[in-house]
């Protein structure tokens, strides 16, 4: 478990270095601000390393808002890779007082030791293009969703992928959302293209993960706004597909049952895998930390389920 006594955390995202030592970046924003739907506007990305993905020694911040520019309210989800040139790169999600923060865009951070952080250019890395995504339209949607990238090698080799949540450019407001793409030969030059998914009665995917479990790959996604047509009473979703690359049948997603817990990540256990994700809320009151690893595991027809382990079933 990762809890601050000053600072909420909530969505993260994990890397292991060379020595095997887990990395998580997580956002986070002071508990000073006392009202924690204000820590959107205050968050920065948070750093922290472990050895069993449940004792963490936080280390340095790996990245603030910029002083000036398109990112200078708030740094937002990301990922973070390793390039074919041994360096490390950190996708991330900004956005800016010129827009007062409804804007979202893609940048990137890089990094040779994964503790200190640059930059990559002035500019935001990929934007929303209208051609297949919504932009911003206060009369449809609270926000430009262009946020949460996902990046991953192309299985054949061909470059890389970027998974997004994005937004549809037609159909009803509160149902709009995909699976945002975008691919790229060399992780830094990106083409935006049409989504891998259709919309299917959510109004965001929030927070998307492509994993292989046993050899089926798996969308994991979250959401805090679905359609009627779909009911309200689940957060998160895994879907199957017979590539890394989709399509995507988000009509076809499976609920996972894990009340409290939001934006999780699979994350590689020992010889599982587990979910780690920040506990949301717990009669009523915003919790803010991570939480321990839950292992699981993939049921065809059922989706991921709790996994038992040894200390499962010693009690221990």
């Known amino acids: 478990m990762l809890r601050l006594p000053d600072h ?12 095997g030592r887990q990395h998580v970046f997580f ?82 951070a890089v990094s040779d030791d994964l503790v200190t952080w640059h930059r990559h250019g002035d500019g935001p890395l990929v934007e929303a293009d209208p051609t297949w995504y919504e932009l911003l339209d206060r009369e449809m949607w609270y926000e430009q969703a262009w946020r949460d990238p ?7 080799g061909d470059g890389w992928h970027m998974l997004i949540t994005a937004r549809a450019n037609q159909g009803p407001a509160d149902a709009r959302g995909v699976i945002g793409h975008a691919t790229s030969p060399d992780l830094l030059n990106w083409t935006v293209r049409p989504p891998l998914s259709a919309p299917a009665g959510f109004g965001h995917l929030e927070v998307p993960q492509v994993a292989v479990m046993d050899g089926q790959p798996l969308l994991l996604f979250c959401t805090n ?51 780690i994700g920040f506990i949301d809320h717990v009669d009523g009151q915003f919790v803010g930390e991570l939480s321990d ?12 389920v709790a996994r038992l382990t040894a200390a499962t079933t010693t009690g221990a």
């Open 150 to 156: 996902w990046v991953f090698p192309d299985p054949d």
């Open 8 to 19: 909420w955390v909530w969505d993260s995202w994990y890397a292991q270095d060379d020595t």
């Open 27 to 108: 956002l986070r924003a002071s508990r000073a601000l006392l009202d924690p739907h204000r820590r959107h506007r205050r968050a920065s990305i948070g750093h922290a390393v472990s050895t069993d993905l449940r004792s963490w020694q936080l280390v340095a911040d790996a990245l603030v808002p910029a002083d000036t520019g398109w990112d200078d309210l708030a740094t937002w989800t990301g990922c973070t890779v390793r390039g074919p040139d041994g360096r490390w790169y950190l996708f991330y999600t900004g956005v800016g007082r010129a827009e007062d923060g409804l804007v979202q865009r893609i940048g990137l």
């Open 293 to 304: 690893p839950i292992p699981v595991r993939y049921e065809p027809g059922t989706g991921l």
């Open 225 to 275: 706004a679905v359609a009627a047509d779909r009911g309200g009473e689940h957060d998160l979703w895994v879907v199957p597909a017979p590539t890394v690359q989709g399509p995507w049948d988000v009509a076809a997603a499976q609920p996972i049952a894990q009340s409290h817990l939001y934006a999780p990540r699979l994350v590689r256990d020992g010889d599982g895998w587990s979910l």
